[in-house]
């Protein structure tokens, strides 16, 4: 699968960035200095980097079900460092420490 870049919409903040298809939504938002969404312990298992994926597509690996519940998982409601996009995303964050970055 080639590397192909797409853009990430944060709601709260307006913010968008570009991010590679073989890095995490998290990834790309630190690897270009922005902000937006919590950043935790970067792994899936604090759930700081909660959010909701209104649109796009995305593949995703396995996430703590102590934070992300399989009804959850099932309406688009992800961690961000375990998501890698497929196509262009619009998310809200939704973690606990929202109110740090969407202040």
Request: hydrophobic letters at 30%; proline letters at 2%; glycine letters at 10%.
């Amino acid at each position: 699968m080639s590397t192909t870049y797409v853009n990430v919409t944060i709601v709260d903040t307006g913010e968008v960035y570009r991010c590679r298809s073989d890095e995490s939504l998290l990834e790309g938002m630190e690897r270009l200095g922005k902000r937006g969404i919590p950043v935790g312990c970067r792994g899936g298992g604090c759930g700081v980097c909660k959010v909701h994926i209104h649109s796009g597509e995305y593949d995703k690996r396995v996430m703590s079900r102590a934070y992300v519940s399989a009804e959850e998982e099932a309406q688009s409601i992800v961690l961000a460092c375990r998501v890698k996009p497929r196509t262009d995303i619009t998310l809200s964050v939704i973690g606990k420490m929202k109110k740090n970055v969407c202040a």
